[in-house]
């Protein structure tokens, strides 16, 4: 299991920018070079849906819905991953959740709300 922390998260307007970083500082370089860490969001009623992912190689992948608008990265120096959302839309609201896969296991933070009102 990792460890891992998410923040972030707010009240935006439509068109508005955010940052979600996912923290995970209790693991090594070496843990955290091979992590495949990824985002995924949550409406209620609706099951969890990705919306981006970065590999252990640094190769990305976006819901068709948030591509040429959300940026995945990670710095390994920081154990830090982050989403930059940007243009957010209304249908952007919801929970994010930062996952981590190692060898296998997926580890899951605590979540942080982002919402998109006019």
């Known amino acids: 299991q990792v460890h891992i922390v998410e923040s972030g998260g707010g009240l935006v307007q439509p068109g508005g920018s955010l940052r979600l970083s996912c923290a995970a500082s209790r693991s090594i370089l070496s843990t955290f070079s091979a992590l495949t860490m990824a985002w995924y969001r949550q409406v209620p009623g609706l099951e969890r849906e990705l919306v981006a992912q970065?590999?252990?190689?640094?190769?990305?992948t976006y819901a068709d819905s948030v591509k040429g608008r959300f940026t995945i990265t990670k710095n390994s120096q920081k154990r830090t991953g982050y989403l930059q959302m940007d243009s957010l839309k209304p249908e952007d609201t919801g929970v994010y959740y930062c996952?981590?896969?190692?060898?296998?296991?997926?580890?899951w933070g605590q979540g942080t709300q982002v919402t998109v009102f006019s």
């Open positions: 996952s981590a896969l190692f060898r296998g296991s997926t580890s």
């Open positions: 970065i590999t252990d190689r640094g190769t990305t």
